[in-house]
């Protein structure tokens, strides 16, 4: 067979008679320590495809993108990593398997009937353009929003019989959400609004002009104790279909296997997996730990190396194993406060992976002054910092400049982002304007 499926949560696998390539597996791990669990079932014939594709492609850091416990499955596979700045995903790999990187915007051979093209983005995410026999190609944004890339990708989708768009569109829990205001009240996320998503695809079908859309990248369930009450927050599958205009054309189910040849598919059975409740402690945490000096010095050096959160924030403060612990960075008012159990957050702090412990939404987070934590202390931290190595300013500069060199649509797209941001920082979350920013991103697309 000639085509591709989809499985899990943002997996797609494509064949060229046998499977050329495999991406972003997460098959076995629980994600954001311990809090991400799986909905659905992923059956064995496809983890045997994942683990005989030749090539798998991972966009970008998150691990429910790259996910530690499931490397076992491609240890024989080529791994293939965008251009990002600061090559921390590619430097990992390419020490531990046969890796390429992937120049954006070149097509790559992977077999005779399949090429790829790979795009890195300055949010530290990537997206793929997968051309099947030149007829039909699958346009894999997974959790990015093609900045820096948009008009170049849309063109290049022009030139299709077929287009398959695979992006996250839910309700928006699939980031973080615990939030609370100075008075300590819970923060309704957009999410609540449980908006109809099929209008969200309808959208981005008619903006890329993709004729067929599958559910992508959504597919997620909280597991952790702490964290399970934000289920109430997370798409239902029957949901994405909910307001969808067929005029734009067609949104398939969410797990199928697709033949390009007789250009119809059929669905992969999986099943609906039973709730796994994880302790806390199930995931090596302990509310009751309090943090060491040494683990105090490990945050000030941590959050002192970024070199625009003074700019924005007057100071953070942890509170862990009920006792608080501040870092002083400026005389600005605003200020965030991290309740979290110590395991967990000395592990982000550690391997730099404060995202993780964000999107685990176990860690509650006060806003004092502010009302958004974008777009001024993430994706500095998170994005650029973590996964980009650039926190200073100096770094900082390097690290616009690169994706200004390398990025077609650069400053068209960055405007759009930063209209997004002025949004979301002075519009509360609570306000149906909110989701304003929101909408920019997806007609940019």
Known sequence: MIGFETIGNATLTVFDDVPVLSTDPWIDGK??????????????????????????????????????????????STILIPDHYGDRIFNYFNARFDCIKLKSNQWFQISNNVRIKSFADWNQDAALLVDILGEDLIVNVNDGGLRGWSKTIKKIIENYKNSF????????????????????????????????????????????????????????????????????????????????DNSYGVLLPAFICWDCNKEDYTKIKVEKLDNIILSAEDCGDNYSDELTFID??????????????PDHFGSIVFTVGGK?????????????????????????IENEIFDDVLIGNFMKTTLIGCKSLHPNFTPPVTKYGDNGLAKTKEELEKYFNYYQLNSADYWKDMFKFKTEGIVRTFISPQSKFYNIGKSFKQKSL
């Open 31 to 76: 994600p954001y320590f311990g809090s991400w669990g799986h909905p659905y079932s992923i059956p064995l014939e496809q983890i045997e495809n994942i683990q005989n594709s030749k090539f798998i492609w991972l966009s970008h850091g998150h691990p429910d993108h790259i996910d530690s416990a499931s490397y076992k499955h491609f240890t024989g």
């Open 296 to 309: 105090k010095e490990k945050i000030i050096k941590y959050f002192r190396s970024f070199g625009t959160i």
């Open 165 to 244: 768009l695979l992006q996250l569109i839910n309700w928006g829990d699939a980031d973080m959400i615990n939030f609370y205001d100075e008075d300590g009240s819970f923060i309704l996320p957009s999410a609540a609004e449980k908006p109809q998503i099929g209008k969200s695809y309808s959208r981005v079908m008619k903006n890329l002009k993709c004729n067929y859309a599958i559910p992508f990248s959504s597919f997620h369930k909280y597991v952790r104790e702490d964290s399970m009450h934000m289920n109430q927050f997370s798409t239902p599958l029957k949901k994405h279909f909910e307001g969808f």
């Open 324 to 348: 608080d612990f501040g870092i002083k960075l400026s005389e600005k008012l605003p200020q965030l406060r991290f309740e979290a159990p110590r395991g967990s957050l000395i592990k982000a």
